[in-house]
């Protein structure tokens, strides 16, 4: 019963392109959506946040949308860069508790 | 200087024995996990300590046993280990309500032949 999912393991985008990266949640209660992005053999490190009452929180090249009544999310990295190649974990937080995880998307970003 | 470090970095092990992992966190924050990562990638959280005190305690078997000593500190001592603990377990810590952003160790890669 996972209540966060992110469907594809993979992607690969060329350099400069857009990498969007999806998730999909079940519970209506999350109040905070987060993605983490980890490099081999380090901790998950925090990249940006949505609260549940946004549509869109925007920081840099990162970018991530929520669409409340499809009960989805995603990340845009605009342009995608080599340095971003890494594991993105999307996480939703349950109101003053634990961040639930999905299992992961690997992104290559090739030159 | 590291904000959350968790010793050691690998652990290789047979089953039936007992190890333990350590953590520490030098940002102040009043709450610690323990999360493990499986074979399938999912992070799954196994405790939550908020200032010494236990608050989450996920379906995990008592042969893990946290412990915080101070709240800079959650070490996670397991007895009897058997293969399927075979993972690697991250510690994290946070300011307790919020986005609930956690800060994340490196993570403990632990092998159980």
């Known amino acids: 019963d996972q209540q966060v999912k992110q469907n594809s393991p993979s992607l690969s985008v060329q350099e400069g392109r857009i990498s969007i990266l999806n998730c999909d949640y079940t519970?209506?209660?999350?109040?905070?959506f987060l993605w983490y992005k980890k490099y081999p053999a380090e901790g998950p490190t925090f990249l940006i946040s949505?609260?549940?009452?946004?549509d869109k929180n925007e920081d840099g090249r990162f970018t991530v949308f929520l669409n409340k009544s499809a009960k989805h999310l995603s990340l845009h990295i605009v342009p995608s860069q080599p340095g971003d190649s890494a594991v993105y974990f999307c996480a939703a937080k349950v109101p003053g508790g634990k961040l639930i995880f999905g299992q992961g998307t690997e992104l290559s970003v090739k030159p | 200087d590291t904000a959350v470090s968790q010793t050691p970095k690998y652990l290789v092990t047979q089953m039936g024995n007992d190890k333990s992992i350590k953590c520490e966190q030098n940002?102040?924050?009043?709450?610690m996990y323990w999360y493990k990562q499986d074979s399938k990638k999912f992070l799954k959280i196994m405790f939550s300590y908020n200032n010494k005190e236990l608050i989450i305690n996920e379906t995990v078997p008592n042969r893990f046993s946290p412990k915080s000593p101070d709240k800079a500190h959650l070490n996670l001592h397991i007895n009897s280990l058997e293969l399927g603990d075979s993972a690697v377990y991250f510690c994290?810590?946070?300011?307790?309500?919020?986005?609930?952003?956690?800060?994340f160790g490196e993570g403990s890669r632990l092998t159980v032949l």
């Open positions: 940002l102040g924050h009043d709450t």
């Open positions: 994290a810590s946070s300011q307790r309500g919020g986005t609930g952003e956690l800060f």
């Open positions: 949505i609260s549940s009452i946004k």
């Open positions: 519970n209506s209660m999350f109040d905070y």
